[in-house]
């Protein structure tokens, strides 16, 4: 009995903590190591030669708003307790997904569905973003996990430009960006737009191959690619992303019969087909992380997809023709093989969409 009026205690505390002011930050302020000059993100070295990156409706991306969105994005200031930030579930090792299948928010409790990898957003926000393509406006999108009661609790959104405006750095970049120190919602907002937009894959080895026939490809990520547009993965996997502001049309949701008692029932029984590129590093799988391996992926569209109402036409009485060497064991089957030369090392590795709190 005394322990259920203890939780019940907890809990209460728990729910009336996120209303509380947020917890200021305290005086061991580690200031972030910039470079001396902005990294230039509005460009990247691609086999299709230099590209020039585009924020939105075709604004070149501006290296000072998203050097000011980098240190936001690792800022753990940004949640309620000053436990999280939004690099807390989006790795960049990682593809900038998590890597476990519900990610863990300010308050130690579990989201709803598997972190998104973030890449190549020129493209997705013509589908919407998240799981079920809620949000379309990006600029309203990147505030919806520091509002979130699990994420990162900043229920009381208006204190966070004083919050953040408390931190010293803040100042100097927002100065030298937007002319003077006052930091906005807005400018918070765009920038931290600027900063996600700037991470875009096109320089992988499927990249090269589309410009080498495919040349530097081993027997069986050929074999991988082959089955990959035999077995109609392509029809709704689009991996020709455009990289300019024409951008490239994509199909928006799908129901690939997972199970039909899941009891997230998506938006319409569908969910966003997801991106693929750094889906090597991107485990665990689907919108409830529960597959940990590509060859699990694979097994599901070979063997287990359930028919149901709402399934996509794409799967409907479709023999997949996948040899078996794809569905079991380790990650070195054809198909798994093919989409790892999805991965691009510099959005994973490189500093400039690194954590500048480091060192
Ligand atoms: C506690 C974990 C967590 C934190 C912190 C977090 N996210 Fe997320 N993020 C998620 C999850 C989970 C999803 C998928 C949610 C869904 O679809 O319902 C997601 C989805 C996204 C997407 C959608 C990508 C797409 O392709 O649609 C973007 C962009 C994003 N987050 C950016 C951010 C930014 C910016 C921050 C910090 C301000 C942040 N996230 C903080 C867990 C988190
Ligand atoms: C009808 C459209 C459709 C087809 C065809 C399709 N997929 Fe998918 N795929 C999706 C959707 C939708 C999801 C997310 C489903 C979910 O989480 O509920 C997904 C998820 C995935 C994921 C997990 C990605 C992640 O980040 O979680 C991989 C890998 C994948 N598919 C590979 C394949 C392969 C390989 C094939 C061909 C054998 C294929 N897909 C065929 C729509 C499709």
Redesign the pocket.
């Known amino acids: 009995m005394k322990k259920i009026i203890l939780s019940g205690a907890i809990l209460a505390g728990l729910i009336i903590g996120c209303r509380q002011l947020p917890t200021q930050p305290d005086n061991s302020i580690i200031e972030p190591m910039l470079p001396a000059v902005a990294f230039d993100y509005a460009h990247i070295n691609s086999p299709y030669g230099k590209l020039s990156l585009y924020y939105e409706d075709s604004t070149l991306i501006d290296s000072k708003k998203a050097t000011i969105g980098r240190v936001l994005f690792y800022d753990k200031a940004l949640s309620h307790n000053n436990s999280t930030s939004c690099a807390s579930c989006h790795i960049q090792a990682n593809g900038f ?1 998590d890597v476990t299948a519900f990610s863990v928010g300010f308050n130690g409790q579990p989201t709803k569905r ?1 972190s ?2 973030i890449s190549n957003l020129f493209d997705v926000r013509k589908t919407g973003y998240f ?1 079920d393509t809620r949000e379309s406006k990006i600029e309203e999108m990147v505030f919806k996990p520091i509002e979130d009661h699990i994420e990162m609790g900043f229920e009381n959104i208006s204190l966070i430009t004083e919050k953040i405006s408390n931190l010293p750095y803040y100042k100097k970049l927002f100065k030298d960006c937007y002319g003077d120190e006052l930091i906005t919602q807005e400018r918070m907002r765009e920038s931290l737009g600027q900063f996600l937009f700037s991470i875009v894959n096109a320089n992988s080895k499927f990249d090269r191959g589309q410009k080498n026939n495919f040349a530097d490809f081993t027997t069986n990520e050929k074999n991988g690619m082959n ?2 547009v035999e ?3 392509s ?3 689009f991996i020709h992303t455009s990289f300019s502001p024409a951008g490239a049309e994509r ?1 928006k ?4 019969g ?1 199970d039909v008692s899941d009891k997230d029932k ?1 938006k319409e029984h ?7 590129r750094n ?1 090597a590093n ?1 485990a ?5 992380g529960r ?1 940990t391996t ?1 060859n699990q ?2 097994n599901h ?2 063997f287990n997809v359930q028919p149901n109402p709402y399934l ?1 036409e ?2 409907k009485n479709k023999k ?1 023709n ?1 040899p078996p060497s794809n569905y079991a064991g380790t990650n070195n089957s054809d ?1 798994a093989n093919f ?1 790892k030369t999805l991965n691009d090392d510099f959005t994973t590795v490189n500093e400039r969409y690194s954590n500048p709190f480091k060192n």
């Open positions: 997904a598997n998104l990898s799981w089955l990959f077995n109609g993965c029809e709704c996997h199909d949701m799908a129901n690939i997972l998506g569908q969910y966003r087909i997801p991106d693929l889906v991107t665990p799988y689907m919108h409830d597959f590509l992926v694979v569209y070979g996509s794409e799967l997949p996948i198909i989409l």
